[in-house]
């Protein structure tokens, strides 16, 4: 089967061997999957393999095989990839054998993959294939980082730094069905135009004075996946004894931390990373409700993979990046 994948650092559409299914596992044709900003890193980090890697975390397809032992899906189905493997239940921290899909094992930019039959979740009705094939991974690590540790209420007012990413789509939308009040910052005039019409109240630029900026606004939470470039920045702009989530570093992971105006400020910092199954259930009902929807930016066919490989490099996309596999 055709599939991208890294070896022995060529990345490429290569052919590879079909997977087959154990007792417990599926075979789902993969009809579109999505590319994310972990697979940069994950293609630099595996690249001198010698068996190839498939890239890829998110996809959705049909089921095509299933083992002997599965219960509660068959052949036909429409499904979504859950990438959190072996996470079910909402717990403080990933449970022992957590991995994210992808690395070390293969991901889902392929013509095929094999997967226990626990990680794919009926594909929602009322949204498209390439919708569908960039939902689970990206919408997954907004709701735990924004809900389950930001704990976002209605009143609140949450900022968040980097409108483009497709997290931050999907948090806009999520903080807004919550009712809170939602800021985002990008230094691309069109990101931050579309920010405002998926449901930000406000958009200011990166590279504006924030605490000008902000001088009027009381910001309960911050989340933020932007690292160091903007960590201090962002405590400089929360209230006293304001939240912030980080649930990624695309800058340094490294950054100074003033510990004096920190415990002064009463200031709670916590960090997050995917989720569970629970929680990709009520992400599920978010959208079954038409209450967020996934915002694609690009759309490839998977042999123009690596075109869309090098867009996600350069970071002009606001959303998510889909890649078109079967019809």
Excluded: C
């Excluded at 590879?16 to 579109?32: F, G, L, T």
């Excluded at 299933?66 to 072996?86: A, H, K, M, Y």
């Excluded at 000008?212 to 606004?217: H, S, V």
């Amino acid at each position: 089967m055709k599939a991208y994948a890294v070896k022995q650092n060529d990345l490429q559409v290569r052919e590879v061997k079909d997977p087959s299914p154990n007792a417990e596992e599926v075979v789902i044709d993969i009809k579109v999957a999505g590319l994310n900003r972990r697979d940069l890193s994950i293609a630099k980090k595996a690249g001198d393999r010698e068996d190839p890697l498939v890239l890829g975390s998110d996809a959705a397809g049909v089921i095509s095989a299933v083992g002997e032992n599965v219960q509660g899906v068959q052949v036909g189905d429409e499904v979504i990839i859950n990438p959190s493997l072996r996470w079910k239940q909402n717990s403080d921290a990933p449970p022992e054998g957590f991995d994210i899909l992808g690395f070390p094992d293969n991901g889902t930019l392929a013509e095929k993959i094999v997967l226990h039959h626990d990680q794919v979740e009926p594909k929602p009705r009322n949204i498209s294939w390439e919708e569908s094939g960039v939902l689970a991974l990206a919408s997954l690590t907004g709701y735990r980082a924004l809900v389950t540790k930001g704990e976002v209420k209605a009143g609140q007012t949450v900022f968040i730094p980097g409108a483009g990413s497709g997290v931050a789509t999907y948090m806009i939308q999520i903080a807004k069905s919550k009712g809170a009040k939602v800021i985002v910052s990008s230094r691309s005039e069109s990101k931050r135009e579309a920010a405002l019409k998926i449901g930000a109240d406000v958009a200011i630029d990166t590279n504006s004075d924030w605490e000008k900026e902000l001088a009027d606004e009381t910001i309960d939470l911050i989340i933020d996946s932007v690292g160091a470039a903007t960590f201090n920045r962002s405590l400089d702009v929360l209230k006293k004894g304001g939240k912030m989530v980080i649930f990624g570093a695309t800058t340094d992971d490294v950054t100074d931390l003033d510990l004096r105006a920190f415990f002064y400020g009463q200031y709670q910092l916590l960090g997050s990373t995917m989720g569970s199954r629970e929680e990709l259930h009520e992400v599920l009902k978010l959208i079954e409700d038409d209450q967020i929807k996934p915002v694609v930016s690009e759309t490839y066919s998977l042999d123009k993979a690596n075109e869309a490989f090098e867009y996600l490099k350069v970071n002009d996309q606001f959303g998510n990046i889909a890649i078109k596999v079967n019809d």
